[in-house]
């Protein structure tokens, strides 16, 4: 395996620039950017990751956690500051992009049903406000994008949470699937398309001490079983159990330091590295039938995003909207 | 449900039981006698103890809808409840797990506002059945405009804690508020622009479906006194904790309920705590009540109504306004509000509504896509195939719950559509093709079809699928058109028999072995017999043929097995082959597939005892189909499919000329092929005493021969053979090696030697046509025998597909043909064995792809001859 991955830095680094940080994908209004095309090569051994969830729930410190080739290594995509947090200010907008020497494209997106997200919109008082009747609905709407957009370009979501579970967060995620529009062809006499769903990982973050215990394990899994049972997104391992990654509280390792704070059982960096060995094996389906450059990647990412955009399918959905 | 928990709040102080066997969202009261306040705990499906409560009780019901449906008509349920608590309530307390305010809340509040509107009058109609109750109320619906406050149940970690009380960032700037506090501000701030923007908080309280306090804290965040608390409230959470709480007050209080106090007790004696925030709200409303305008409006009292009732009219309010809540929304004199409600579970269910519409407005699209260019009627493997088109059409389009209720519609109506005139009639005839007209029934048989409870008639006709071929008749001499034959009788006898009276009725024919009782009276225990023997059979020879269903539908009228060889895929009638291209498919599309077998079903009904049965009298019965080796000896067919006849003398062919003027023949492939058979047993002198004739050609031909060539000095004689091919066009051809047509006769001396010891192919590509040429079958065993004392045996084994079941005449030893004749073996038609017809190749066979033969060995020599 080593050998390959060498081979694989070699030509990147020869071929293309590296990318230090994450760049903007989509940005802040909705509008794809093609910045990346730049980084991406003919190559066609490349995973693509993508991350949701709500606001300030880790999915900037869990992507960073698969970006990294190194734990020591810098963030790539900017994580929540003090003041973020305290300000209860959202960090990520739009969708970011980063894709590392491995060629892992990873994407990164603004949180969901975020009340701050909302906030900012109002106040830069954007013009697609009312693009759906009312800003609420745009939101919602722009939310539901994203996720089809995930949906459709990634070999693997990742719904991270830092709580048991958030009924409107899977209400919509389930929206999503339902909504997401097929990508049209390049070829247009091509019939066959079929529906692509990826494969979909609930990393629950921020665990605390007694939520790695198996009981409770098991307790979101049934949930999640049960919940998903309906979906196409490939949820299933192969002991027909959901995929679910538990992260615990990055603090918890200094829990010594800080006063009467309980040690997660699970170890950060170790169940990082598990949730890696987890996600990096995961067997990737294609997206489309015929094989896909990375760069071939982006102009599917491009299209799907302006099918998303036009689909008749939002608008129809917004319309119901209260 | 509700009368229940209302009286155990009022009158029970311990109620925080789990209450898990409720599906519906369940409030929870309780009444505090000592500070005379009522706290109501709402928990539903949102919370997610219940969640996965209810999930798991549920679990049948998401296996087959799905999430989005179970989860729309809970969130429906759960406005309810939540419609009635702003109804009821003075202060509610919006509870979040994080420390985020989520927007799915402005989409509920939203509806529940235009709601509140809607259904006032109706409201206004209840609390005037109240007494006591003032005008204002009455007018307003609820006792105040009620002040939502926000409690978020953590923070991020940074703050928690004592943590958030102060910065601790050294480059940090100063201010005024701790972090905690900044934090608080900002969401109040966020919640404040928000509900704004949407428009469910104004400047006059009055008209909101609620307020929040310009002047005061709304927003209360947990920072957990200490850090371990944290994780204990985590846990608490888990087990029991809703996201909405609600309290209402009914006098004086002082201290927050128990309902807080449970996991708060430790921070009770703390500055920070939400009871002590709580507290300050309840307070102002006992002392004032609340007065939430903004702007301009603020201090006008006008349209501010506030009540503070008695516990007892609160509870006969409460009582009433759940009712009204949560009645059906069938009842005929709450039309009105029936119909706000309706608004409100279209506003929750949103994704059943979308799903819906979106399938609606597929539907037409797919159907379309299934009518279009249909013709006037056609067969269920096209109605399938056109099908599956509109299903995927449809299945790129149709999303969420509903899509499979209309995707059965679609397959409905679309079956419907076939089914009402445009069903095809299924038969395939004998030679693979299908019966062209619309459904019918046969002549004699019930024309009724039951169609669910209509009863149709079906018109009454013969198959036909509207191809003729030409064929010529036993002998070989006439042709004549044919219909394309569904019964094996029209096949291998009737038409040869009706050509026979034109043609060959005078010749001498040599008889087959045929079943001779009168044909009458055919009961269908007789039918089960052959399921038996075949049944039987198939076990020891799996590879056989499909299986005769069709055998044992009660019919009066006998017909023979016509469904098609398993091994020509093309074609395959049977409703059980029809569904193979649907397969990998979706189930749905399956399930629908289901419907298809009308008729299907019914034949695998005999059951074992009768059939054992029936097998004990199998010997006095006869053959429905022909006779192969595998056939149970002593059973004869009832009618024969071969014809041997005798069209005269053996002068009658002419080697020089060929086969002089018979129909359809080509003209450079009439000719036989000579066969010198060796006399070995005779010596010269018996020879010449009794067959002068032989030596007499003997002497004739040394004499021709060429001075180089060898000395032969056997003698022999010659026998003519032709293997004669016949396409469906009409067209005749011998051939003069076992897979090429006859050229010219003139150098084919020694041809037939070679052919009798090898197999013959079945068929073959006629001549008549070099591109796409059609497949000619061998029909016709030309054979002249010479004037010497030899027997020409025939016995002719046909094996129609490789591997298959070997035809044959029925003779017990092989036939001998008398000496100085013309002999015309006329081969069978359509071979027709255990399990159907076997259907000729549609296009000629080649060597990796070969179809039937005639085995070698079909004509013979016998020396041990003896006249008469």
């Given amino acids: 395996v080593s050998k390959v991955v060498n081979r694989r830095d070699s030509v990147s680094d020869k071929a293309v620039p590296k990318l230090r940080q994450a760049i903007k994908f989509v940005d802040e209004n909705h509008v794809f950017c093609d910045g990346i095309n730049e980084f991406m090569t003919d190559n066609t051994d490349f995973i693509v990751i993508g991350v949701f969830g709500l606001q300030n729930a880790g999915k900037s410190t869990i992507i960073n956690a698969l970006a990294k080739l190194c734990p020591e290594e810098e963030d790539i995509f900017r994580v929540q500051g003090f003041e973020h947090q305290m300000l209860a200010e959202h960090c990520t907008n739009g969708i970011d992009i980063y894709v590392n020497a491995r060629r892992f494209i990873l994407l990164d997106c603004q949180p969901l049903l975020s009340a701050s997200v909302m906030d900012r919109t109002i106040q830069l008082e954007k013009k697609y406000t009312s693009e759906f009747n009312s800003t609420e609905n745009t939101m919602e709407v722009h939310s539901l994008q994203q996720i089809g957009f995930l949906f459709s370009v990634c070999h693997t979501v990742l719904l991270v949470q830092d709580w048991f579970t958030d009924v409107n967060l899977i209400r919509m995620v389930m929206a999503a699937e339902m909504l997401k529009p097929v990508t049209p062809t390049v070829n247009a006499e091509d019939k066959t398309v079929t529906e692509y769903f990826p494969h979909f990982v609930i990393v629950q973050n921020k665990a605390e001490f007694t939520d790695t215990e198996p009981e409770y394990v098991e307790e979101i899994e049934g949930l999640y079983a049960r919940v998903l049972k309906k979906s196409r997104l490939q949820w299933r391992k192969e002991d027909e159990r959901p995929l679910v990654v538990m992260i615990p509280d990055q603090e918890g390792e200094r829990a010594d330091e800080l006063k009467n704070r309980m040690k997660p059982n699970e170890n950060f960096e170790e169940s990082v590295k598990t949730m890696r060995k987890t996600i990096f094996s995961l067997k990737r389906s294609p997206l489309t039938q015929a094989k896909l450059t990375e760069k071939g990647w982006v102009s599917l990412a491009n299209r799907t995003w302006d099918n998303i955009k036009n689909s008749a399918f939002y608008m129809e959905y917004s319309r119901l909207l209260p | ?868």
């Fill in chain 2, 1 to 868: 449900f509700i009368d229940q928990v209302i009286g155990r709040s009022v009158f029970g102080p311990s109620d925080f039981i789990d209450n898990d066997e409720s599906i519906e969202p369940l409030i929870e009261g309780y009444f505090c006698p000592e500070r005379d306040c009522v706290f109501l705990h709402m928990r539903s499906w949102m919370d997610t103890y219940s969640l996965a409560e209810k999930c798991r009780q549920a679990d049948e019901y998401l296996q087959h809808k799905g999430i989005l449906a179970f989860w729309s008509s809970r969130r429906y349920e759960h406005a309810r409840a939540a419609l009635a608590l702003f109804h009821l309530s003075h202060i509610m307390v919006c509870c979040s797990p994080g420390h985020t305010f989520d927007i799915s809340y402005v989409h509920l509040f939203k509806s529940l506002d235009n709601l509140r509107n809607k259904i006032q009058p109706a409201v206004a109609d209840v609390l005037k059945t109240v007494p006591g109750i003032p005008k204002d109320w009455i007018n307003h619906g609820r006792p105040c405009s009620p002040r939502v406050l926000f409690l978020f149940l953590s923070c991020p970690t940074a703050l928690r804690g004592t943590r958030g009380s102060r910065d601790e960032r050294r480059d940090a700037k100063p201010h005024k508020h701790p972090p905690i506090k900044r934090l608080e501000y900002s969401l109040e701030d966020q919640i404040y622009r928000i509900l704004r923007k949407a428009r469910i908080i104004t400047n006059v309280a009055a008209n909101s479906l609620f307020a929040v306090p310009s002047n005061q804290e709304f927003v209360y965040v947990e920072t957990g006194s200490q850090g371990t608390g944290m994780d204990t409230q985590a846990t608490l959470i888990n087990n029991c904790f809703s996201l909405m709480g609600a309290q209402d007050i009914s006098d004086v209080t002082s201290d927050p309920g128990p309902f807080y106090t449970q996991f708060l007790t430790e921070e009770n004696r703390e500055k920070r705590c939400f009871g002590h925030f709580l507290r300050e709200h309840i307070n102002i409303g006992f002392e004032r009540g609340f007065s939430d305008n903004i702007s301009k409006h603020v201090g006008h009292s006008g349209g501010n109504q506030w009540e503070v009732p008695t516990l007892g009219v609160w509870v006969e309010i409460a009582d009433k306004l759940f009712d009204l809540f949560t009645e059906e929304l069938t009842s005929e004199e709450g039309q009105k509000h029936s119909e706000a409600m309706m608004t409100l579970r279209d506003d929750m269910e949103t994704e059943i509504m979308f799903s819906e519409l979106r399938c609606k407005k597929i539907l037409p699209t797919a159907i379309s896509a299934y009518t279009d260019g249909l013709p006037p009627h056609y067969t269920a493997e096209y109605h399938n195939a056109k099908l599956l088109g509109a299903m995927s059409m449809y299945s790129m389009q149709a999303r969420g719950p509903a899509s499979e209720k209309f995707a059965e519609v679609l397959a409905a109506e679309c079956t419907n559509y076939w089914q009402s005139g445009r069903q095809m009639c299924e038969e395939i005839s004998l030679t693979g093709n299908h019966c062209t007209a619309r459904r019918h029934t046969l002549p004699g048989q019930d024309n009724m079809l039951e169609v669910g409870n209509t009863k149709k008639i079906l018109p009454t006709m013969q198959h036909s699928s509207g191809v003729q071929y030409i064929a010529a008749c036993n002998c070989g001499r006439r042709q004549a058109n044919r219909e394309d034959p569904f019964k094996l009788v029209d096949a291998n006898y009737n038409f040869y028999q009706q050509l026979e009276e034109e043609c060959c009725k005078d010749l001498e024919h040599v008889s087959f072995p045929e079943y001779s009782p009168a044909k009458v009276n055919l009961v269908p225990t007789e039918k089960i017999v052959v399921e038996v023997v075949e049944k039987k059979e198939e076990e020891e020879k799996e590879d056989v043929e499909v299986s005769v269903n069709e055998t044992v539908v009660p019919e009066v009228q006998v017909e023979e097995p016509s469904d098609s060889d398993e091994k020509k895929e093309e074609k395959d009638p049977s409703p059980e082959r029809v569904e193979t291209p649907a397969e990998d498919e979706a189930e749905i599309i399956l399930e629908v597939l289901e419907n298809l077998h009308i008729e299907g079903s019914a034949g695998k009904s005999p059951s074992k005892v009768a059939s054992l049965l029936a097998r004990t009298s199998s010997q006095v019965e006869f053959l429905t189909h022909m006779k192969t080796l595998s056939s149970p000896p002593g059973l004869k067919p009832e009618f024969p499919s071969w014809s041997l006849v005798m069209i005269g003398s053996s002068h009658l062919y002419s080697h020089s000329s060929g086969l002089g003027a018979q129909p359809g023949f080509m003209s450079s492939s009439k000719f036989l092929l000579p066969w010198e058979v060796p006399l070995t047993k005779l010596s010269t002198a018996e020879l010449n005493e009794k067959w002068p004739n032989i030596l007499e050609n003997a002497a004739k031909r040394a004499s021709l021969r060429a001075p180089d060539e060898p000395v032969d000095n056997r003698i022999t004689v010659k026998v003519f053979i032709g293997y004669e091919y016949e396409c469906p066009r009409g067209h005749r051809f011998m051939v003069s090696a076992p897979d090429k047509p006859m050229k010219s006769s003139s150098t084919m001396r020694e041809a037939a030697n070679k052919l009798v010891v090898c197999d013959l192919p079945l068929y073959m590509a006629c001549p008549c046509r070099i591109t796409k040429p059609p497949v000619a079958q061998l029909t016709r065993l030309h054979v002249v025998t010479p004037k010497a004392p030899l027997w020409v045996t025939i016995n002719p084994q046909i094996q129609p597909s490789p591997g298959g079941p070997i035809f044959v005449t029925g003779w017990d030893v092989p036939h001998k043909l008398s000496i100085n004749s013309y002999w015309v073996l006329r081969l069978p038609y359509v071979y027709c064995g255990e399990g159907g017809a076997h259907l000729p190749p549609v296009i000629p066979p080649t060597a990796e792809n070969p179809a039937g033969c005639l085995l070698k060995g079909s004509v013979c020599f016998d020396e041990d001859f003896s006249e008469g």
